[in-house]
């Protein structure tokens, strides 16, 4: 039995399928899975419960509205400017250092951890770090890092004052804040009874309100599990189960299975020699693969980086296809149309000039986002204008002298409009280059569409903070701050996640069970990842 199935079956046979059932699951992914095995499980047409994962759960209860991530770091400046009186850095050397406070500032909120003790203990290890044995007088250098470290306790305390003035609360403070106020789960209905399945890692907050509602009888904690990792009490892979189920008072969970040491697994290894060759040859297997056996196929993406040549690369005889974890927008064209965009507001600047750098002219015309429009007249006519470009080495080119059609020009017009440092303006005029190319380029390029659209609305909320006011910032400082608000959103892909192939990341198979996977980017680096924990906390 799946793992979906048994969570579907304990729901029917223990009739919890009422209005005060909470279902609540580690991934969206799995939301569909369980519905539709709930369908079959009750072969009839019945009420869903509410299904929602952890992280939907507790942002829901929290008394404010979640801030923005782009919201947060410039809130986190503006304490920064608050505490620091002596040396203080610009906005560009703050960003180098920002997001990793922040991202220790909600692990000390997520686990539930005192800040005052946490800053205390991080004092006293620095301290030692830069202890000098021959009572030498410290360097310049020593002092400086020293005073970061002084600055960490009033830098937290005044960021949770300025989120507390602004009506702001984080993500990991709705998890503290629920952790502190259990009671809040029974708002809504005093009878609700929730069911936890499928999770592994907990934080201290999680861990804390699943406990709560265990020893109260208002929930239950399911784990999928494996006998292999989970009895084995030196298997690192079960560590975070084992931990749990001591924490929880489980000593016998319901779904343990006896599965990978006893039933026989077939494993084909292909080496490739390039990440594309990985790609081709999914293709090449994919292509073998009966639709009727489709929908038990699974193509995980340890290395999520080959979403866009997988997409472009798959058979057509495989039918329907379902993504689940999105295609990075940096990682298609808008990334390098955002570069060229940037590129040429510095150029403006270093070369004192309105005229027309070459190198940025031939970027343009030569972008998916300005071709694909274009008919073979005012294509030709590009080509044309490149010629001469090249045959009399002109450098620079004034707009009004470029013979090309009426609506390129409009094009270049708006991209090139001087920003003068007015980063309003500059949102104002990224967003009419958005608008104009959404109008031109033709329903055909429905890829090209998709990415536009999610890219304009990946920038609104950071126009509103723009709007709002930002600190003195270069050119260079503005392109930092406004690439790092959108690198990390993507373009999700809709589709019905129970039919056809399936194609995800690997946090996104919790709870789901396949009887057929290719595994791509399984590569040292990647699985395990071999990155570097991004902290300012020692381990």
């Not at 202890?131 to 310049?140: G, M, R, V």
């Not at 609700?192 to 890692?201: D, Q, T």
């Not at 930002?470 to 993507?490: C, E, N, V, Y």
Request: charge should be neutral.
């Amino acid at each position: 039995m799946k793992f979906i199935d048994f969570i579907a079956e304990r729901i029917k046979e223990n009739n919890w399928l009422n209005d005060d059932l909470v279902v609540v699951l580690p991934s969206s992914r799995a939301v569909k899975y369980l519905m539709a095995a709930l369908s079959k499980s009750y072969g009839k047409p019945i009420f869903a419960p509410k299904i929602l994962t952890i992280d939907a759960l507790f942002s829901s209860l929290a008394p404010k509205k979640i801030i923005d991530p782009s919201r947060y770091l410039l809130l986190l400046y503006k304490a920064y400017c608050i505490v620091e009186t002596e040396t203080k850095q610009d906005f560009e050397s703050f960003l180098t250092w920002a997001p990793l406070v922040l991202n220790d500032f909600e692990d000390i909120n997520r686990y539930l951890l005192d800040p005052k003790d946490v800053f205390k203990n991080l004092k006293a290890i620095k301290e030692l770090e830069s202890w000098n044995l021959e009572d030498k007088e410290i360097t310049e250098a020593q002092k400086v890092f020293m005073r970061f470290w002084d600055l960490l306790p009033g830098l937290y305390a005044a960021l949770d004052n300025l989120l507390l003035q602004q009506n702001y609360i984080t993500p990991a403070q709705s998890y503290r804040h629920l952790a502190q106020n259990t009671e809040l789960l029974f708002s809504e209905n005093s009878n609700s009874f929730y069911v936890f399945a499928g999770f592994n890692a907990l934080s201290a907050a999680e861990t804390k309100v699943i406990d709560y509602l265990i020893k109260k009888k208002a929930a239950v904690y399911f784990i999928d599990s494996d006998v292999y990792y989970l009895s084995n009490p030196t298997h690192e892979a079960g560590l975070f189960q084992r931990k749990n189920n001591k924490a929880f008072g489980i000593n016998k969970p319901e779904f343990v299975r006896n599965e990978l040491s006893t039933k026989p697994l077939k494993i084909d290894l292909i080496q490739c020699a390039q990440l594309t060759g990985q790609v081709k040859i999914a293709a090449t297997e994919l292509a073998k693969i009966s639709p009727a056996a489709m929908e038990d196929t699974l193509v995980l993406l340890a290395d999520e980086t080959l979403i866009s040549a997988l997409v472009k690369n798959l058979p057509l005889s495989i039918g329907k296809a379902n993504i689940t974890l999105g295609l990075p927008l940096n990682q298609t064209p808008i990334k390098s149309w955002i570069e060229i965009i940037f590129d040429i507001q510095e150029n403006k600047s270093r070369f004192k000039t309105n005229a027309v750098y070459h190198k940025d002219l031939q970027r343009i015309i030569n972008h998916i986002f300005c071709i694909s429009w274009l008919d073979d007249a005012a294509k030709a006519k590009l080509v044309h204008m490149e010629q001469d470009m090249i045959r009399y080495n002109r450098v620079f080119q004034n707009l009004d002298n470029l013979k090309i059609s009426a609506d390129v020009l409009e094009l270049l017009n708006k991209i090139y409009i001087p920003w003068d440092q007015d980063w309003s303006k500059a949102m104002d005029c990224i967003r009419a280059i958005n608008s104009f190319l959404g109008k031109q380029i033709p329903s055909s390029f429905e890829f090209e569409n998709s990415i536009l659209s999610a890219f304009d609305q990946s920038i609104n909320a950071f126009e509103i903070i723009v709007n709002e006011g930002l600190p003195d910032l270069s050119l260079r400082t503005f392109k930092l701050l406004f690439s790092q608000h959108w690198h990390s959103k993507s373009i999700a892909f809709h589709g019905n996640p129970i039919d056809g192939l399936q194609i995800m990341g690997l946090l996104e198979t919790r709870l789901l069970d396949f009887k057929r996977i290719i595994l791509l980017g399984m590569n040292e680096g990647n699985l395990p990842p071999t990155n570097n924990l991004k902290t300012i906390i020692p381990i």
